[in-house]
T-cell receptor, first 113, second 122 residues
Framework: AQSVTQLGSHVSVSEGALVLLRCNYS??????LFWYVQYPNQGLQLLLK??????LVKGINGFEAEFKKSETSFHLTKPSAHMSDAAEYFC???????????FGTGTRLTIIP | GAVVSQHPSRVICKSGTSVKIECRSL??????MFWYRQFPKKSLMLMAT?????????EQGVEKDKFLINHASLTLSTLTVTSAHPEDSSFYIC??????????????????FGPGTRLTVT
């Protein structure tokens, strides 16, 4: 079975500060890992994904994540937060890219002006 | 990128009635579609996996007779909530999976999400 744990259901950062959202995974096979963003009353938008290629993955809107097998982590970062980054962020894992996703509980990111 | 639509975006129905939600892949063929449910301020929970031309695979605890899924074509899957009750009120999101063969990159799997349907049962 696969699972993801997102530490911190709510993260607040100042505008211009570093964003760090944590995700740890558990998987019996090499995982596919994803970060999605959700704005209120909307669906999910893919930020980035790890598919066993480069361990440092760059996504949209300046976000990136690093796959660390030794730490079973896939933390999401952005060097400088913008007000528009305020949203809910979900980490997810699957066995293959087209298989069902198992989501973490989500982290709500608030940006302080 | 590929586009997945859902219809309706919002629906309010009375308790005891049935509601159908459509999920369409607009510019690609999806052999597999997934239906998720999201409670307020909660994560997404997979309800079922829908494969074109075959019966859906339901997750444990999901009533297949209550949540009817049909995947009649490679671009359309429907979720029907039968005899809806207030506890069925939720945000339902579908996703569609495609497989792409890219030159020098091999097989690429992509999964795209619809915008969601807000169901309110009164």
């Amino acid at each position: 079975a696969q699972s993801v744990t997102q530490l911190g259901s709510h993260v607040s950062v100042s505008e211009g500060a570093l964003v760090l959202l944590r995700c740890n995974y558990s998987s019996s096979v090499p995982p596919y890992l994803f970060w999605y963003v959700q704005y209120p009353n909307q669906g999910l938008q893919l930020l980035l994904k790890y598919t066993s290629a480069a361990t440092l993955v760059k996504g949209i809107n300046g976000f990136e994540a690093e796959f660390k097998k030794s730490e079973t982590s896939f933390h999401l970062t952005k060097p400088s937060a913008h007000m528009s980054d305020a949203a809910e962020y979900f980490c997810a894992v699957s066995r293959f890219g087209n298989e069902k996703l198992t989501f973490g509980t989500g982290t709500r990111l608030t940006i302080i002006p | 990128g590929a586009v997945v639509s859902q219809h309706p975006s919002r629906v309010i129905c009375k308790s005891g009635t049935s509601v159908k939600i459509e999920c369409r892949s607009l510019d690609f063929q999806a052999t597999t579609m997934f239906w998720y449910r999201q409670f307020p301020k909660k994560s997404l929970m997979l309800m079922a996996t829908s494969n074109e031309g075959s019966k859906a695979t339901y997750e444990q605890g999901v009533e297949k007779d209550k949540f009817l899924i049909n995947h009649a074509s490679l671009t359309l899957s429907t979720l029907t909530v039968t005899s809806a009750h207030p506890e069925d009120s939720s945000f339902y999101i579908c996703s569609a999976s495609s497989i792409r063969l890219a030159a020098n990159k091999g097989v690429s799997y992509e999964q795209y999400f619809g915008p969601g349907t807000r169901l309110t049962v009164t």
